[in-house]
């Protein structure tokens, strides 16, 4: 069933499916209405789960960890300076091995204060162990939430569903909706590998020495590998029960292409327009939407991108002192491909900024007309001094 809703709500919807047992959040624009929601769906009977309200976002995580080592299906949510409060402790649910799910809706740090779209609160966490899906629109918000928590529980990795601040999450649009009992099927119940019960007590999270923290880091890369083929399996369960999948990474009109361009979020939607409508003048232009950021699907990039003859690559986030984070990454993964293609850095979007068709379309031009990257970013979309 279609129902008309904003992107923060599919959110909702996909938590209440997967029938979570307990949840814990702070209100942090603009992922409130996700929880907002959730604490009426608790109030109401609509959820039988328990909501634990903090003074906090690293209190938020904290109650999580010690509710999904309690062995239950385990949400909260975060953006911006929440998601960095919650830093330390998304080290420990990674490292504990634990199935959390969390929505982070992308929004600028500060200062100055900013309550809009950009992506350097998550990607300023791609380094604690957290499985990292970014998402397009509203279904792809509710499919991918309703897929987090058994990829997290299969792989025992926190995943984190990523949703572009108000261009998604207060941005109403038609929503499919399965019913109960469809959602069970693909989603069953949560059987935890390991928890604190007093019928078989046990330690967690306790002191590593040196003859065997490396080993348990170890680990976590293992799981963190075997997530590419798990996503996939998960996927096709899905696909043959819901009849939709997005792949780690999507390819549209990129076997001819000259020029591909590679976004993520709603600038992929954006970015299939000028694709379109470029095609239909001749230009041999493809695009990339990268869903999957962590683990990073080296592979899939270096099939998809390998031979291209030059790669721009949208960033709306920056690394002080570097470049585009996603441009490093790609950069990276192709540096010993034979032959490997340009990669041309783009910045922009920060802070919210419309990322218009005009942008892209101005960046497939400079792309296609410069011999090379003339630095490792350019910056699009600035306003001249005054």
């Known amino acids: 069933m279609k129902e008309v809703i904003e992107g923060s709500h599919a959110v909702s919807e996909a938590v209440r499916m997967a029938r979570v047992q307990v949840m814990s959040a702070y209100p942090i624009t603009p992922q409130t209405h996700i929880v907002e929601a959730l604490s009426e769906y608790c109030a109401d009977g609509r959820m039988e789960a328990s909501f634990i309200c903090v003074e906090s976002e690293h209190s938020a995580m904290a109650a999580c960890i010690g509710a999904s080592s309690g062995g239950v299906r385990t949400f909260t949510a975060s953006s911006s300076h929440g998601l960095a409060l919650m830093h330390e402790l998304l080290h420990w649910a990674s490292a504990a091995r634990l199935p959390i799910v969390m929505a982070e809706v992308n929004r600028a740090l500060g200062p100055g204060w900013n309550i809009w779209m950009d992506q350097t609160d998550s990607l300023s966490q791609r380094d604690t162990g957290w499985i990292q899906l970014y998402c397009e629109d509203g279904q792809e918000v509710f499919d991918t939430t309703l897929q987090a928590f058994r990829l997290a529980e299969t792989v025992n990795l926190p995943v984190m569903v990523v949703l572009d601040a108000f261009f998604l999450s207060h941005t109403y649009e038609p929503v499919d909706l399965p019913d109960q009992e469809t959602a069970d099927r693909f989603l069953p119940p949560f059987v935890p590998n390991i928890r604190l019960e007093h019928e078989n007590p046990c330690a967690m999270s306790q002191m590593a020495p040196p003859g065997h923290y490396m080993e348990m880091r170890h680990a976590i890369q293992g799981a963190m590998e075997t997530v590419f083929e798990t996503f996939s399996e998960i996927e096709a369960d899905f696909d043959a029960v819901f009849g939709r999948k997005y792949g780690m990474l999507e390819a549209v009109e990129c076997e001819d292409a000259e020029v591909i361009l590679v976004v993520t979020g709603t600038a992929a939607s954006t970015c299939r327009q000028v694709v379109a409508d470029l095609r239909k ?41 570097a470049s585009g984070i996603f441009a490093q990454e790609i950069r990276a993964a192709l540096c010993n491909h034979p032959g490997h293609p340009q990669v041309f850095g783009y910045i922009g979007g920060l802070g919210g900024r419309d990322i218009t ?25 600035l306003k001249e001094e005054e």
């Open 281 to 321: 003048k001749g230009e041999r232009i493809g695009m990339v939407k990268l869903k999957m950021f962590r683990p990073f699907p080296l592979e899939a990039i270096r099939e998809t991108l390998g031979g291209a003859r030059k790669i721009a690559v949208l960033d709306r986030n920056f690394s002080f002192g």
């Open 357 to 381: 068709t005009d942008t892209l379309e101005t960046i497939y031009r400079m792309t296609k007309e410069s011999p090379e990257p003339a630095r490792e970013s350019v910056w699009v979309g």
